[in-house]
């Protein structure tokens, strides 16, 4: 019997079970802070654990995330409402409510006027509102009304019970619990055991690994034949966007990455903010301590400066400065001397003391004046450092001490790493979503990406500390993302908060974690404005716009012809959420409304509430969203079993980005397995191209020694760049994409490896040329016949054949042959 007619035999069982029962005693509660709620139910005598029905959302992640005190309550219409303690520091609960006990809305967090809210319990009351109370530290008791469990009255003092706090009780394996004890229908309980069964089968098919097949007795052992009868006559539009590239300051992608400035703290901005430890100073050696002033800053955006007396005054670079024989580097700085005559000697010194290129720099500077040199390497070095000599006696400022390399991408001054760049072009990215994921919407409400922070002359810009625990120069900011997507032929995707922090933010001084109440609703029409305002700074013009003639005087006089903007990354649909998501979503469509909205759908696949919510709003507000952001980071065995997920998509509806997703395996890394889970995963997104609209892999850059995150797509040191399999991958459905899906019907003569399969094929107008994908994810040879269309034997292939657990891989290019015989675990692009 396979796996769903058992499922199927067991539901209709205990539904004929339970039915002559007709009810079904539950108990919810939780068993630990860190595990949520969960529901036992009740057999004969005894209580039985189920399973965990849903769990905290609060803060960040490891210290928060935790459920006290869970009080829940079922309204008059049946459905459910919940409220637990967050933690012993928050003036907030959580609250959130449900039809089923299994899918639940976001939770939100309503902020009260106590400086904690302890023991929350919810009571509903006749006319269909509901009372929550809670305890504060002394005892005092308080009170919050609410009609919907979305919007919450301010609190107040309440005089009632202790009653309120009784509990049920239950004991669950040896264990005495507190909770809530109900009475459910038999048909509602199967609908939760089914829901458990359901979850726990699928957990079982994503722990399948192309890792495992030598030893897994259910993999074919000899070849395995198939057909795939292509249908030219059954066409149909695809995205021609589908893959682009999401650039996030992740990692040390920007500063210390793509950014090529060579001086690390270029503007003695560090704090501890940023990095534990740092200071204005790191970085940045003398024989000295290095004087650090404030008094009259170069910017109010870059307060700090050093002052220069005799010392030479060093910079490390990003853990060293490479230095090519013969190359060129554009060496500037900011001096501030009152008057008096300063020469310096600008040196590149190697790891030996010797030194590589050396300029001298006379200066006298009254107030802020910048000084430029270039210097020529005579020798070269990986890891050299940069000095700064003063040769004679005065006392100067000094700040944004800058070096470049003459040699960037497109040669532009202020510019990205060429060879980085140049292998993020060859990826051929329809688009570029910047800044980046949690970047932008930040850890908590003053980290919030503000693009207006990033354009400008560079020392105006205003650094920040970066959620993955570094400094943002800005030097990298919205200028350059944008004149990049210009260089490389891509749409710029900007994506800035939609008014709310990142759900995992840390407390702030008022103890307020996660979305900590959004940007208060005072304070946000500026931020309406500001989103209006880099429309106008990108699109408008310079003649009648103020912000476009900034965009002018900084080099680019024509608009740059933004289509697309997101709104949000991944963030809890929340009623905070939503209601500011409202407010910018309208804004724009009153004033742009050729503006494609891209809104967001969390940070999961379904069935996760923010999925469900996000599309619930996404359908609610269809004039809001022309796309959805989904992101899911799953495992290879997840890829593999779901590869119809976009196939019953509503066509009428908003339009997919996939905007973060990445396979992986415990390794981590990407390797011959993951690249393949992906690229079935592709083909199947590319059938599904007519609703799907982008999608980009996520993280893309990766610096050695200093990653947040792994997988990711490309990883670098200061002298080289590491493409990987997943990256060929990217590539090939890039660069073999197309705009027109022909269909085609792939039938195997054991289905049960269909999941290991897959095959697409698109036709690209602009390049004239059909394109075949045929992946083969089995520890067998495929045996492939091709019906419907004629592959000469000439046909030009690329592809590439390995170990799963093979972290590079080589591309071979050849002829398609009479042969069909994909080899196993491989991929074949054929070009018609
Ligand atoms: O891509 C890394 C992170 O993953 C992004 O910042 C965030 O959006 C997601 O959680």
Known sequence: MNNKLLITVLALCSTMMLSAQETVSVFLYSPGPGDGLHVAVQEGEAWKEAGRLCSSDYGTWGAEKKMFHPSVCRAQDGTWRLVFQVNDRAPLFAAAYSRDLVNWRPQDYPIMSTAQCLEPVVFPNPDGTFDVYYKSPQGKRWTSATPNFRHFSPDLASQISDDAWVRDTATIAGRLFEGNGFEISSMEWVKIEQHFRKSGEEWRKTNERMHDDANNANMPKSPIKATLAVDMTRQKAISDKLIGIFFEDISYAADGGLYAELIQNRDFEYTPKDHGGWTSTTAWHSARPIEIATENPLSMNNPHYALLWTDTLWNEGWDGIVVEKGKKYDFSMYVQAGGQKQDFSIELIGQDGKVLAKSKLKTKAGSWQQYATVLTAKAGDTKARLAIVPLKAAHVGVDMISLFPQETFMNRKNGLRKDLAQVIADLHPKFVRFPGGCMSHGQGLENIYHWNHTVGPLQDRKPDFNIWHYHQTRGLGFYEFFQFCEDIGAEPLPVLAAGVPCQNSANNAQGIGGQQGGIPMDEMPAYVQEILDLIEWANGDPATSKWAKMRADAGHPAPFNLKYIGLGNEDIISTVFEERY?????????????????????????????????????????????????????????????????????????????????????????????????????????????????????????????????????????????????????????????????????????????HRVGASVVRNAKTGKTYLKLVNALPVELRLDVTGIDIPATAETEGFAGKPEEQRLTITKGEAGTSMVLPPYSLRVIKL
């Open 582 to 754: 409202e407010m910018l979503a309208r804004a724009i469509r009153a004033k742009y409304p050729d503006i494609k909205i891209c809104g967001t759908a969390g940070p999961f696949h379904a069935p996760s509430a923010d999925y469900q919510e996000g599309w619930d709003f996404s359908r609610r507000h269809p004039d809001l969203q022309y796309m959805l952001d989904e992101h899911y980071y799953e495992s290879t065995g997840w890829f593999m079993h779901n590869r119809h997920y976009y196939d019953d998509y509503d066509r009428n509806g908003a339009k997919v980005y996939l905007g973060e997703w990445a396979a992986s395996t415990k390794v981590k890394r990407p390797n011959i397995e993951t690249a393949l889970a992906e690229a079935l995963y592709l083909t199947d997104i590319e059938r599904n191209g007519d609703v799907v609209e982008m999608t980009s892999y996520a993280p893309m850059l990766s610096k050695d020694g200093h990653s947040n995150w792994n997988p990711d797509m490309i990883y670098f040191s200061n002298t080289d760049v590491r493409i990987t399999p997943a990256y060929e991958v990217q590539r090939l459905f890039s660069v073999y994409g197309g705009d027109t899906y022909v269909t085609s019907q792939l039938t195997m003569d054991n289905s049960q490896f269909a």
